[in-house]
T-cell receptor
Framework: KAGVTQTPRYLIKTRGQQVTLSCSPI?????VSWYQQTPGQGLQFLFE???????NKGNFPGRFSGRQFSNSRSEMNVSTLELGDSALYLC??????????????FGSGTRLTVV | DAKTTQPPSMDCAEGRAANLPCNHS???????VYWYRQIHSQGPQYIIH???NNETNEMASLIITEDRKSSTLILPHATLRDTAVYYC?????????FGKGTRLHILP
């Protein structure tokens, strides 16, 4: 079966711009979580959506937002980009929240570079 | 902060068993222990999870101590392709929080 698909794979943006990243979960998975990964901070939890509702949120500023559609696809948006937002953004899907017994399946990520 | 503690790095000879320890002394009774690994530039990959019994699948074995305060992931016959960062995770306040993990080096 198809895995978790994230688009685009690479992105270069300028400070002050906004960006939207997309994640298509595995068919049948209703939970989508987003993580930011940087060399200094490692994997940091952004938020989790389940059935179009945000279930949990990490400690990120309001510039980071997300949403989930009725087909479980999810988008995350970062407004007013800062250099420090340069990172690998990972999406993970699961059947139920918190990964559940089967754990998360991660996508390959979107590498965002802010210049 | 993550609820787990892992050594930052470990070495293992190719073909030998790799035993990766994890401390999770504050784990509560109904929390699962999950293990993931991340090979360079890829998304983390689920390996195994357990509650209180030892578990085994095609990738690895998970040994959880009786008091559930620590666990060990065992890769029975490590290969060069097992070189990765291994994360031990328990849930924290309804979030899956990744710690720094253990960077496993497989030596030829």
């Amino acid at each position: 079966k198809a895995g978790v698909t994230q688009t685009p794979r690479y992105l270069i943006k300028t400070r002050g711009q906004q960006v939207t990243l997309s994640c298509s979960p595995i068919s049948g998975h209703r939970s989508v979580s987003w993580y930011q990964q940087t060399p200094g901070q490692g994997l940091q939890f952004l938020f989790e959506y389940f059935s179009e509702t945000q279930r949990n949120k990490g400690n990120f500023p309001g510039r980071f937002s997300g949403r989930q559609f009725s087909n479980s696809r999810s988008e995350m948006n970062v407004s007013t980009l800062e250099l420090g937002d340069s990172a690998l953004y990972l999406c993970a899907s699961s059947v139920v929240t918190f990964g559940g017994p089967g754990g998360y399946t991660f996508g390959s990520g979107t590498r965002l570079t802010v210049v | 902060d993550a609820k787990t503690t892992q050594p930052p790095s470990m070495d293992c000879a190719e073909g030998r068993a790799a035993n990766l320890p994890c401390n999770h002394s504050t784990i509560s009774g109904n929390e699962y222990v999950y293990w993931y690994r991340q090979i360079h530039s890829q998304g983390p990959q689920y390996i195994i999870h357990g509650l209180k019994n030892n578990e085994t699948n095609e990738m690895a074995s998970l040994i959880i101590t009786e008091d559930r305060k620590s666990s060990t992931l065992i890769l029975p016959h490590a290969t060069l392709r097992d070189t990765a960062v291994y994360y031990c995770i328990v849930r924290l306040d309804d979030k899956i929080i990744f710690g720094k993990g253990t960077r496993l080096h497989i030596l030829p």
